[in-house]
């Protein structure tokens, strides 16, 4: 059996490194971790698995710690993670008969768990993070950096695997923590910008930090950028054209500038996107303009993808509850109503705290002209939200109805 060497940078990461630690316990034959700088219990628990740690001082460039940890390591096949990430268990065992195959890299699920008031449950995104240890293959880039272009350059072969997700939990972190993290990037992106202006790649993930700081304009502006480079030079793979497409409608959709928000949505389309959140986008833009039947179209269409996909999925990032709700707003508006309470029906089953579901199945009940059952479903909402105008709205109607 190939020797794993587990490989990872760190830099106070004491809350997060044993749960990573752990989750390749009985994975990774060896844990190599370079740490620069540390000044918390990091070291000390990563020696408690009986790692190898090497100290070494940041350097403003996370390829270098990366690539030291791939010089210290003796294993066969290296794996790849953050501190703030977790080896899904169900990946454990796949990891092993990975490591058997004829390949040179394996392309795989990095999940992200997003904060509980994020319109997603999680983002997923590829990355290369199993491959062989060979002295060629090194990382690139002072941040975000990558192994797959040096994999490239040599004809290494990589396969796409959809069953071994990483789980990573660190945008689910404090404000102050991401705002620090986004903060950093954005200082490593100006200097990565400045050596490489025509790297699609690198605007691209600029666009993801303007974004996540609320810098709209420059986001917008530097997506474009990345499309641009994308087109022109091929800096910018057609996956990541197309999340930069659905990230301007999102922009322009918050500018309220419907029209180019669908043109984005449609523009994602033609990349190849069937991210489900799309999807949704493109059915809130026909919801503002009206075009409601239009829009649970869609919208059935997006519940689809995300449903014909466990949550390892990348096409899996709206929440689907989100999705399931905006459909049955459409379908009662379109006057659909019967479908549409089966479409709360099933909301309220996967997330009974959804205000909003309740609601909406009250006020089909009273169109129904069903009372009771409408003042059990505004009952329901108002002890979710007391002071909800909608719900106590609708209460009160069912009382006037009733008398």
Request: aromatic share 6%.
């Amino acid at each position: 059996m190939p020797k794993l060497s587990l490989c990872l940078i760190t830099r106070n990461e004491e809350d997060d490194l044993h749960r990573c630690l752990d989750s390749v316990r009985q994975v990774a034959d060896e844990i190599v971790v370079v740490d620069t700088g540390s000044t918390d219990n990091t070291v000390n628990i990563a020696r408690s698995f009986d790692a190898k740690v090497v100290e070494m001082p940041w350097q403003d460039d996370f390829s270098i710690p990366r690539n030291r940890a791939l010089e210290e390591a003796s294993g066969d096949w290296i794996l790849v993670l953050d501190a703030d990430e977790a080896l899904n268990n169900e990946s454990r065992h796949r990891v092993r008969e990975a490591v058997t195959s004829d390949v040179d890299a394996l392309n795989i699920i990095i999940r992200n768990h997003l904060s509980d008031d994020s319109l997603f449950e999680s983002r997923s995104n590829r990355f290369v993070r199993l491959f062989r240890h060979r002295p060629e293959f090194r990382f690139e880039g002072r941040v975000h950096e990558q192994i797959l272009p040096s994999i490239r350059r040599v004809g290494g072969q990589v396969q796409e695997r959809d069953d071994i997700v990483i789980d990573h939990f660190g945008y689910a972190d404090n404000a102050t923590s991401k705002d620090e993290r986004w903060q950093r990037n954005l200082r490593l992106l100006d200097i990565e910008v400045e050596s490489n202006p025509e790297d699609g790649f690198v605007r691209y993930h600029m666009g993801v930090t303007l974004q996540s700081i609320g810098k709209v304009q420059e986001a917008v502006e530097t997506f474009r950028a990345a499309l641009d480079f994308g087109r022109t030079n091929g800096s910018l793979p057609t996956d990541l054209q197309a999340k930069a497409h659905t990230r301007l409608a999102q922009l322009h959709l918050a500018q309220g500038d419907l029209e180019a928000a669908i043109r984005h949505c449609e523009q994602s389309t033609e990349c190849g996107s069937t991210d489900s959140l799309t999807y949704f986008l493109t059915g809130v833009i026909h919801m503002h303009t009206g075009n409601f039947a239009t829009a649970a179209e869609v919208l059935e269409h997006g519940l689809g993808i995300a449903d014909q996909h466990d949550d390892n999925s990348l096409e899996a990032g709206v929440r689907r509850n989100e999705l399931r709700l905006a459909l049955a707003h459409c379908q009662r508006f379109a006057g659909r109503t019967d479908t549409a309470m089966s479409t709360y029906n099933a909301s309220v089953q996967e997330n009974p705290g959804s205000l909003d579901a309740w609601i909406g199945l009250g006020q089909c009940e009273l169109e129904r002209k069903n009372i009771p059952n409408a003042r059990l479903a505004f009952g329901r909402a108002l002890k979710l939200d007391p002071e909800s105008e909608a719900a106590l709205a609708g209460w009160q109607e069912c009382r006037v109805k009733r008398e």
